[in-house]
């Protein structure tokens, strides 16, 4: 197994853990018409008794801010960012925390509902159907989520609604032990190490600045709140194109001289922008890795428009591209 982030910088002191039993639910038996459920066997003719079990409102705040900042304590030192919780960072995560149950995975989201990246709720234009051409549907296979074949296109298939799949995707995520979501925060900035030449376009990414997305987006009429940090040595930047979070990284390159200017995305082209999407998600700078609509921004791709299946496989790509840094890493521990 490769390192830990822990291997590249200790953290100075220690998470204390909560000790609490987690409850995992049996698996609910699929719905037969007709049939009583265990829910209103449970609850059913007892209302005039139902009564909650009682709580101080203080207990509740202590239940809540406790594991968040414990969760703050232990990812401080992560392995992998990933910033930006649409369908392609999503995915890169479920692939890496699947592949590596080792790593520790922060994931950092600017708006207070994750998956909310380009139509992954509700489709293009708001519709609901989501369209991915083949062979994402492999990823579908993978995850579990039904979909049906077009009779009129044996090239692509359709998720009657994409939150069927962002819905089951997140889920799956979240549902990883070794998996943070950090949403409503915003990515100021990256921390960077510099060359040992001096060569501010071989510097290296040495983790993410965070802060409130409410903070941040009012820094220009309020007083400055300094930020928090997260160390890591890969960042996955996934935070589409321009917008106001798009493309942070990509832009974040240019300003500090890492690269000398965006490609800027073209007009929509869904036959080139999604191969070119898949085939060209990579390492752009020492440590960081961008992946998604991002890449548009970056490399001058065209846009790919209401089709999914490009944010899906570079998140695959991605992990892929994640698990070939660790490894080298590994390979160079051992020398």
Known sequence: MSPPAAIFEQPSVAPTGIKSKVVVPETAAAPVAGASTKLLDHFGTNWDEFKFAPIRESQVSRAMT??????????????????????????????????????????????????????????????????????????????????????????????????????????????????KLFNATAVEDLVTRPSPNGDPKQIQIAGVVTNWTLVTLHHDDHSCMDPNTINAPVIVSTTGHDGPFGAFCAKRLVSMNSVDQLGGMRGLDMNSAEDAIVKNTREVAKGLIIGGMELSEIDGFNRMGPTFGAMLLSGVKAAEETLRIFDERKAQCAE
């Not at 990246?117 to 991915?132: D, P, R």
């Open 66 to 179: 406790r594991r968040y900042f414990q969760d703050l304590d232990k990812y401080a030192e992560s392995d992998v960012v990933i910033v930006g919780a649409g369908s392609c960072g999503l995915s890169t995560a479920y692939v890496l925390a699947k592949a590596r149950p080792d790593l520790k995975i922060a994931i950092i989201e600017a708006s207070v509902s994750p998956g909310i990246g380009g139509g992954a709720w509700l489709g293009g234009q708001l519709f609901s159907a989501m369209v991915l051409r083949r062979p994402a549907e492999v990823f579908l296979n993978e995850l579990g989520v039904p979909y049906e074949d077009e009779p009129s296109n044996p090239n692509f298939v359709v998720v009657k609604h994409a939150s069927l799949f962002t819905s089951t995707l997140l889920s799956k995520v979240l549902q990883f032990p070794n998996v």
